[in-house]
T-cell receptor, first 116, second 110 residues
């Protein structure tokens, strides 16, 4: 298994540009999520999905859109990038929800995004 | 806001045990304590979690106080590769939101 993969690894955007960060997992996990991590801080939840066709907002959803058309993929879209979105973005997946051994979250390697 | 309080940083000598404390005084009955770590700039890695009882796996032990208001992560024999930021997270059953605080930066020294 490749686990959780993210592309691209690095990206530089200009203010106002749009882009999609890709996330895929091959573990047949139902739950997927996106986090951002700013320098010196912990991760903050942007959006999450409990299964194909179902998404919901996390702690910091503004400026980001998501969709979940398949179990494997969970792309994150920035419609109009702003310098405040400069961060490292991590995608994660787990088999199930909290409370059991199935909810261990597996994280991807991250995408480092700079918005000028 | 994160529901946990951890020291900002700790040092440990290589080969010795590292005991990382975490306060979660507002934890409620159905909330679990999770520990993750983040090595350099990689994605966080799951270590262990527990509800009430102490837990042990191949990576670490988790000691939860009887009142559940605090816990300690024990890394029994540290190596230089254990240098990382360690996050203590409180998470409810079926709660999708994992709130990462700033964590404890553990430095294992030779």
């Amino acid at each position: 298994n490749a686990g959780v993969t993210q592309t691209p690894k690095f990206q530089v955007l200009k203010t106002g540009q749009s882009m999609t960060l890709q996330c895929a997992q091959d573990m047949n996990h139902e739950y997927m999520s996106w986090y951002r991590q700013d320098p010196g801080m912990g991760l903050r939840l942007i959006h999450y999905s409990v299964g194909a066709g179902i998404t919901d907002q996390g702690e910091v959803p503004n400026g980001y859109n998501v969709s979940r058309s398949t179990t494997e993929d969970f792309p994150l879209r920035l419609l109009s990038a702003a310098p405040s979105q400069t961060s490292v973005y991590f995608c994660a997946s787990s088999l199930g929800l909290a409370g059991g051994t199935t909810d261990t979250q597996y994280f991807g390697p991250g995408t480092r995004l700079t918005v000028l | 806001d994160a529901k946990t309080t951890q020291p900002t940083s700790m040092d440990c000598a290589e080969g010795r045990a590292a005991n990382l404390p975490c306060n979660h005084s507002t934890i409620s009955g159905n909330e679990y304590v999770y520990w993750y770590r983040q090595i350099h700039s990689q994605g966080p890695q799951y270590i262990i979690h527990g509800l009430k009882n102490n837990e042990t796996n191949e990576m670490a032990s988790l000691i939860i106080t009887e009142d559940r208001k605090s816990s300690t992560l024990i890394l029994p024999h540290t190596t230089l590769r254990d240098t990382a930021v360690y996050y203590c997270i409180v998470r409810g059953y079926n709660n999708n939101d994992m709130r990462f605080g700033a964590g404890t930066r553990l430095t294992v020294k030779p």
